[in-house]
């Protein structure tokens, strides 16, 4: 009898690491995707200077939009990822990039086409990992969700993960590449 009761606490035992196991990995796969976009947006920022570097080469005199893209370069880059910074940035981005339409020097240096094309790659690369990070929320909120862990996820210091959200000026636009004309 002793025997069937310690069989069953070891099964228990093993269900329980088992759980646990799990959670912490799903965890893990949402603080990646945190990760990923915070690369993602370092990445953004250093290429940031060197689109002023080669705007301020064809249109120098352009210094109100270069330094409103500098200012929200910095404040994005020591802001949350979550702040209304990043979308400052965005804005004045669009600003600088307009720029190559009123400078046809600016527009044909091979300069501004690659880091254009370079710029358009980390948005694409950006939206996937905001894409990966919700799929990776939502398997964790359903994993501590989910029976039996549901039993156990609050025990075991497990809490529901926030989704990543857009705010207003970038909804409908984060899976688009950023429009550019050449």
Same mark, same amino acid.
């Given at each position: 009898?002793?025997?069937?009761?310690?069989?069953?606490?070891?099964? &228990?035992?093993?269900?329980?690491?088992?759980?646990?196991?799990?959670?912490?990995?799903? =965890?893990?796969?949402?603080?990646?995707?945190?990760?990923?976009?915070?690369?993602?947006?370092?990445? =953004?920022?250093?290429?940031?200077?060197?689109?002023?570097?080669?705007? +301020?080469?064809?249109?120098?005199?352009?210094?109100?939009?270069?330094?409103?893209?500098?200012?929200?370069?910095?404040?994005? @880059?020591?802001?949350?990822?979550?702040?209304?910074?990043?979308?400052?940035?965005?804005?004045?981005?669009? +600003?600088? &990039? @307009?720029?190559?339409?009123?400078?046809?020097?600016? +527009? #044909?240096?091979?300069?501004?086409?690659?880091?254009?094309?370079?710029?358009?790659?980390?948005?694409?690369?950006?939206? #996937?990992? =905001? =894409? @990966?990070?919700?799929?990776?929320?939502?398997?964790?909120?359903?994993?501590?969700?989910?029976?039996?862990?549901?039993?156990?996820?609050?025990?075991?210091?497990?809490?529901?993960?926030?989704?990543?959200?857009?705010?207003?000026?970038? +909804?409908?636009?984060?899976?688009?590449?950023?429009?550019?004309?050449?």
């Amino acid at each position: 009898m002793e025997w069937i009761v310690l069989g069953i606490v070891v099964i &228990l035992l093993f269900v329980l690491v088992g759980i646990y196991n799990r959670l912490v990995s799903l =965890r893990q796969n949402v603080r990646r995707g945190v990760a990923d976009i915070d690369a993602q947006l370092r990445q =953004r920022h250093d290429l940031i200077p060197n689109l002023v570097e080669t705007v +301020k080469g064809y249109a120098g005199h352009e210094q109100e939009t270069l330094r409103q893209v500098i200012e929200a370069r910095n404040a994005a @880059a020591s802001g949350e990822v979550s702040s209304g910074d990043e979308t400052r940035l965005r804005v004045a981005l669009d +600003k600088l &990039l @307009a720029l190559g339409e009123a400078y046809p020097d600016l +527009k #044909a240096s091979a300069n501004f086409q690659e880091l254009q094309r370079e710029l358009a790659d980390v948005e694409d690369k950006l939206a #996937a990992a =905001r =894409r @990966a990070l919700n799929a990776a929320v939502a398997r964790y909120n359903t994993g501590i969700e989910s029976f039996p862990a549901v039993l156990f996820a609050g025990m075991f210091g497990f809490s529901e993960a926030d989704f990543h959200r857009l705010d207003d000026s970038e +909804k409908g636009t984060v899976d688009q590449a950023p429009k550019i004309a050449f």
